[in-house]
């Protein structure tokens, strides 16, 4: 069995973002958008491609809240009525095994100990031998493209957030 599992954001302080003005929006930095048909609109929350006509909301989102040097924070995709998801452990969704991802594991004080970029059907392989070792806390998978912060990967039993 994989010891490690994949999960959205939370999607409950997106919630009431959707109901302000776009100039309200703006004032904190936040676009809406429509995806297109040709996809590149990753939800953060539901962990797969928005479908073409969704609406979202590109925002920043601190995904690394810490007091260590790896403090990081990017551009996400949110899309309206989207649901945290948390997959079953060692499963990893096709929005992560169609695209460039970088994998940074990370020790239980948030110092990164590993960073490297693979194809997303490559994923899997390396979270387990990431995982294998016992000083990797979690995982974070980021669009290598874009630098865009993808999800956390956690221990099964374990989630950080």
């Known amino acids: 069995m994989h010891p490690w599992q994949l999960s959205g954001i939370d999607h409950q302080p ?3 973002l959707f109901e302000s003005s776009d100039d309200a ?3 904190r930095g936040i676009v809406r958008r429509r995806a297109g048909d040709s996809g590149g609109y990753p939800c953060r929350v539901s962990l797969t491609d928005a479908p073409a006509g969704a609406e979202l909301l590109l925002l ?4 690394l809240a810490t007091q260590s ?3 990081a924070s990017g551009p996400i995709f949110v899309q309206r009525g989207a649901t945290r998801c948390v997959l079953p452990a ?6 992560v095994q169609r695209r460039l991802i970088s994998v940074r594991a990370y020790d239980s004080a948030d110092f990164m100990l590993s960073g490297l970029v693979c194809q997303g059907t ?3 392989a390396h979270l387990d031998r990431l995982f294998a070792d016992t000083t990797v806390a979690f995982v974070q998978l980021h669009n290598a493209g874009h630098g865009c912060f993808s999800c956390q990967v956690d221990r099964v039993g374990h989630p950080r957030q």
């Open 90 to 95: 060692g499963v990893v969704p096709a929005y």
């Open 60 to 63: 920043p989102y601190t995904h």
């Open 122 to 124: 490559e994923v899997a």
């Open 69 to 71: 040097p790896y403090r």
């Open 14 to 16: 997106f919630e009431a």
């Open 25 to 27: 929006l703006a004032a």
